[in-house]
């Protein structure tokens, strides 16, 4: 079975600043999803950005882009120019690319609580 | 385009009941799944949906069940609730073709069992 870790429970940034979470997983698989979820107060989870494995260009989304390692199996999110309303739980998510999506469904980390200072 | 919703958004059970909750997915959206959230356990996946079958599912006790309908919308199903059942309950939908796309989440369904 897959794993996600996320090994920051919280973490806080200046408003304007830069910060980058953590996410590390753990699979035998070569093809597979990954993604970064935002879950604020309204609990509403929120994709963030998604990097399908075979790719090797890092995706970007406007303020966020993601370093995707795959050989170290590490795949942690840059916010950059922090807004006030990026405060959040973040969640990392695994997803086997395997037709039918693999017997897991989403696979999520523990999650990292994003504090954004004014 | 409308979200995923998910019916109700607050419900407060007695333990020994059972609770249906509802997810309308997002129009064209065939698949459908569900996911239980807790402070103690996080995001755990519960099943998935596809075309009215139940293509995977998690690793949870058989008083959790689902079903999917001809028109895509899903309920979920817990009979005999226990009080560790309390949780936010979450369904995603996704357009599941020939690619995976990702998943949608509606607001969830927050579960309360007394």
Known sequence: ?118 | KAGVTQTPRYLIKTRGQQVTLSCSPISGHRSVSWYQQTPGQGLQFLFEYFSETQRNKGNFPGRFSGRQFSNSRSEMNVSTLELGDSALYLCASSSRGATYTEAFFGQGTRLTVV
């Open chain 1, 1 to 118: 079975a897959q794993t996600v870790t996320q090994s920051q429970p919280e973490m806080s940034v200046q408003e304007a600043e830069t910060v980058t979470l953590s996410c590390t997983y753990d699979t035998s698989e070569s093809d597979y999803y990954l993604f970064w979820y935002k879950q604020p107060p309204s609990r509403q989870m929120i994709l963030v950005i998604r990097q399908e494995a075979y790719k090797q260009q890092n995706a970007t989304e406007n303020r966020f882009s993601v370093n995707f390692q795959k050989a170290a199996k590490s795949f942690s999110l840059k916010i950059s120019d922090s807004q006030l309303g990026d405060a959040a739980m973040y969640f990392c998510a695994y997803r086997s690319a395997r037709y039918g999506g693999g017997a897991d469904g989403l696979t999520f980390g523990k999650g990292t609580h994003l504090i954004i200072q004014p």
